[in-house]
């Protein structure tokens, strides 16, 4: 990470338009950037002549906290799950817009590193940060807003389900909510789950690979398998059956689950912000080793829902904003 913001003291010290030239200092770019940050807007080459656009909120104190996270952190998760997003649609993400409110009376070294994390993982799936806005506020705001080209492919939406596909995933399943319960003990390791919790790795690649093998259907896993393949279930009105046998619960997860008294299967099913990506294929599909088939999707028998082996699910189904 760069310092440039070394010793600059606060954001209301440095200034608006100061502190705009600090963190677009720190800025990279792409090919597909005609136009980065410093005008009214940015430009961006679009040759599939259709962008794919998501955004996103994050709240400090309700979806970071600094005690638990770095600046840099925030800025790879908040990157993240916004890409990933643009990659469940089996598009290739390309340019990320950023809304930033932040007191007067913070060190600047924290928007400067925050920035450092929104670049390195916008490097990482391949896009760019091309502007955005910053304004004065009483808590650290992030608005994200992630853009992606489908190149030449169709979106794979929510609505494709069909019964007799296969449901697999790729990434991982619980290891973030895991990590978030270490955390809340006071803890700080095992190091490998407080590190999902703080930067998840979505993969990111495996969207649009999977739109060229011709999945069905597709979403990330922001607040829950079974919550978001709820949403799928919903969308494409089949019922979708989890195997429990098929999911990977690590040792290390299993210890820290006897450790605090939860079923580590309770993380993998509906534990939220890995960000990984589920798709149904056709069974006839060959998927490659990262894909992991963990159930199947079949005809509703009275409503589109998500069974755990063929039974209803007891409990919440993942996160829900509202709802805590």
Known sequence: MRGHGQGRGTVGELGEFGLIRELTSRLTTTPAVR?????????????????????????????????????????????????????????????????????????????????????????????????????????????????????????????????????????????????????ARGFRSPRAFVEAHRRPEPPYQAGPAAAGLGATSMTDVSDGLLADLGHVAEAGKVRIDIRTAALDVPGQMADIGKAVGVDPLQWVLTGGEDHAIVATFPPHVKLPARWRVVGEVQAPSAAAQVTVDGEPWRGAAGWDHFGG
């Open 35 to 183: 136009v980065g940050p410093g005008d009214d807007a940015a430009v961006l080459s679009a040759p599939d002549r259709r962008v794919v656009a998501s955004t996103d909120v994050l709240i400090e104190g309700r979806h970071f906290r600094r005690d638990w996270s770095t600046a840099y952190d925030v800025g790879r998760k908040s990157a993240a799950q916004n890409l990933a997003d643009i990659a469940a649609m089996g598009a290739v993400p390309t340019a990320l817009l950023l809304g930033l409110v932040v007191p007067a009376d913070l060190l600047v070294t924290w928007p400067a590193e925050l920035m450092d994390g929104l670049r390195d993982e916008c490097q990482v799936a391949g896009a760019a940060v091309v502007g955005g806005d910053v304004v004065r506020g009483d808590a650290i705001t992030l608005a994200i807003t992630a853009l992606g080209d489908m190149q030449g492919h169709e979106p794979v939406t929510r609505a494709g389900a069909r019964p007799g596909d296969v449901v697999a995933v790729t990434g991982w399943l619980g290891w973030s909510a895991a990590g978030h319960a270490v955390l």
